[in-house]
C-alpha cells in the first residue's frame, strides 16, 4: 500500500526549456548560444550549485568569468529563471487528491535562485508536506543519498513510497533504493499509474 507519493519538480510539474535562458545570456556577451550552453555544461559549475557547494552569488560571479562577461545578480536571477513556464504539467486537483489521502513530498534537483522563483509563482507548490532538495541535502539524483533523503521524509518503508520523474535514470535510482517509481510520460499516463496502485487521483 502506497503511503506517501513523492513528485519531481521540472518536467514533471512545471515545464521548462534552458535554451531560453542560454539564449538570454547570449545576448548579454559575446557568445553565441550553443558556446554559452558548452561553457556551462563543460565544468562542474551547475553541479556544484545544485549540490549546495557554492552559493548562487558565487555562481553568478564565476559564471560571468566563464562568459567573459560581469553579471548583474538581480538581472540573472530573473534571467536564469526564465527556463519555466507558465502553465503546469499536472493540474492542483492531482495533487490536492494526494494530499487528502497520503503524504506528499517534493524531489528535485535544483538550486535556490530556481525553487524561490518557484515558490513565489507556483501556489500548488503548498499541497506538498516537504521538500527533499539537492541544494538542501547536498547530493543530486540519481545518488542514493538523496533518495535516503526522501526516504527518512516520507515515514514509511521506501516500498510504500511511488515517485515519478521526467528522467529515466532518476526513475532508475529511486528503483534501487526500493522506491516504486515510473517514468512521468504526460498527465493521463501518470493518473493510471497511480490508479494501478490504488493512489487517490
Known amino acids: 500500500m502506497i503511503k506517501t507519493v513523492i513528485f519531481d519538480l521540472g518536467g514533471v510539474i512545471v515545464p521548462l526549456d534552458f535554451s531560453r535562458a542560454y539564449r538570454r545570456m547570449s545576448e548579454l556577451t559575446s557568445l553565441g548560444e550553443d558556446e554559452v550552453r558548452g561553457r556551462i555544461w563543460g565544468t562542474d559549475i551547475g553541479s556544484r550549485l545544485e549540490c549546495g557547494q557554492?552559493?548562487?552569488?558565487q555562481f553568478v560571479d564565476e559564471l560571468g568569468e566563464m562568459l567573459d562577461s560581469k553579471l548583474d545578480y538581480e538581472e540573472f536571477?530573473?534571467?536564469?529563471s526564465s527556463i519555466f513556464f507558465p502553465e503546469t504539467l499536472i493540474p492542483e486537483s492531482l495533487l490536492e487528491a494526494v494530499k487528502s489521502r497520503h503524504r506528499?513530498?517534493?524531489?528535485?534537483?535544483?538550486?535556490v535562485m530556481h525553487f524561490e522563483m518557484i515558490r513565489a509563482n507556483y501556489g500548488l507548490l503548498r499541497h506538498f508536506d516537504h521538500y527533499v532538495l539537492s541544494y538542501e541535502v547536498g547530493a543530486v539524483k540519481p545518488s542514493p543519498r538523496i533518495f535516503e533523503a526522501a526516504i527518512e521524509h516520507a515515514r514509511c518503508e521506501p516500498g510504500e513510497c511511488f515517485f515519478t520523474d521526467d528522467v529515466?535514470?532518476?526513475?532508475?535510482?529511486?528503483?534501487?533504493a526500493g522506491i516504486d517509481a515510473v517514468q512521468f510520460q504526460g498527465y493521463e499516463q501518470l493518473r493510471a499509474?497511480?490508479?494501478?496502485?490504488?493512489i487517490a487521483v
Open 54 to 57: 557554492i552559493s548562487a552569488r
Open 77 to 80: 536571477c530573473e534571467l536564469w
Open 104 to 111: 506528499l513530498l517534493l524531489l528535485s534537483n535544483t538550486n
Open 168 to 176: 529515466q535514470a532518476f526513475v532508475d535510482g529511486a528503483r534501487a
Open 193 to 198: 499509474s497511480m490508479r494501478e496502485r490504488g
